[in-house]
């Protein structure tokens, strides 16, 4: 790894968080670059986006839904509903929000859990339906099946943000790399 050799010693340090912590963390300098959920609304911010990747319905297999190949957002009405945080992305979640309100209700979220996994030991237990990315149907969750979810469902839209005015050669070196070499791999 080019990147790693040339900088082993000033090698990124990763924190977790949501897209408003990571912003703010750019912003005040705290980090130099973060991985964010867009859209985002921070002028002083250079994005690169990376990747876009649809989410699906988690629900036990005995529920009634289960047995649909697709699930509308209407059908979505008056179920329990297992979301993540609105600090993670509060863009997405407000698109959320307004598409179950096209749909014609307000969303019964009677539990929010930031990781995926959570959500859906969550639908698991049979706390309510989950919504994870699709990838994640690769996972095993006992009982549980996996829908597609129709209609005009948010999607979440990862990108890569640095402070546009940023003089770090690390920095520029690493958002070189993530799109030369990661950025392909991840559209494969």
Same mark, same amino acid.
């Given at each position: 790894?080019?990147?790693?050799?040339?900088?082993?010693?000033?090698?990124?340090?990763? $924190?977790?968080?949501? $897209?408003?912590?990571?912003?703010?963390?750019? *912003?005040?300098?705290?980090?130099?670059?973060?991985? @964010?959920?867009?859209?985002?609304?921070?002028?002083?911010?250079?994005?690169?986006?990376?990747?876009?990747? $649809?989410?699906?319905?988690?629900?036990?297999?005995?529920?009634?839904?289960?047995?649909?190949?697709?699930?509308?957002?209407?059908?979505?009405a008056n179920q329990?509903?297992?979301?993540?945080?609105?600090?993670?992305?509060?863009?997405?979640?407000?698109?959320?929000?307004?598409?179950?309100?096209?749909?014609?209700? @307000?969303?019964?979220?009677v539990q929010e859990?930031? !990781?995926?996994? $959570? *959500?859906?030991?969550? =639908?698991?237990?049979? @706390?309510?339906?989950?919504?994870? !990315? =699709?990838?994640?149907?690769? !996972?095993?969750?006992?009982?549980?099946?996996?829908?597609?979810?129709?209609?005009?469902?948010?999607?979440?839209?990862?990108?890569?943000?640095?402070?546009?005015?940023?003089?770090?050669?690390?920095?520029?070196?690493?958002?070189?790399?993530?799109?030369?070499?990661?950025?392909?791999?991840?559209?494969?």
């Amino acid at each position: 790894m080019p990147f790693q050799r040339a900088y082993w010693l000033r090698l990124p340090f990763l $924190t977790s968080g949501g $897209t408003e912590a990571h912003v703010e963390q750019l *912003r005040t300098h705290q980090i130099d670059v973060g991985f @964010v959920y867009l859209p985002i609304r921070e002028p002083s911010l250079a994005i690169y986006p990376l990747y876009e990747e $649809t989410y699906i319905a988690a629900l036990l297999a005995s529920h009634p839904l289960a047995r649909q190949k697709q699930l509308s957002i209407a059908s979505l009405a008056n179920q329990p509903l297992v979301g993540y945080p609105r600090s993670l992305a509060p863009v997405l979640y407000a698109d959320f929000i307004k598409c179950c309100e096209r749909a014609g209700f @307000v969303p019964n979220i009677v539990q929010e859990a930031a !990781l995926a996994q $959570t *959500r859906l030991g969550l =639908a698991a237990a049979g @706390v309510g339906i989950a919504f994870v !990315l =699709a990838d994640l149907q690769n !996972l095993s969750a006992k009982g549980v099946v996996y829908r597609p979810l129709e209609d005009d469902f948010p999607k979440l839209k990862l990108a890569v943000a640095w402070r546009q005015n940023e003089s770090s050669p690390v920095v520029h070196e690493f958002i070189k790399v993530i799109r030369t070499i990661v950025l392909p791999q991840l559209s494969a």
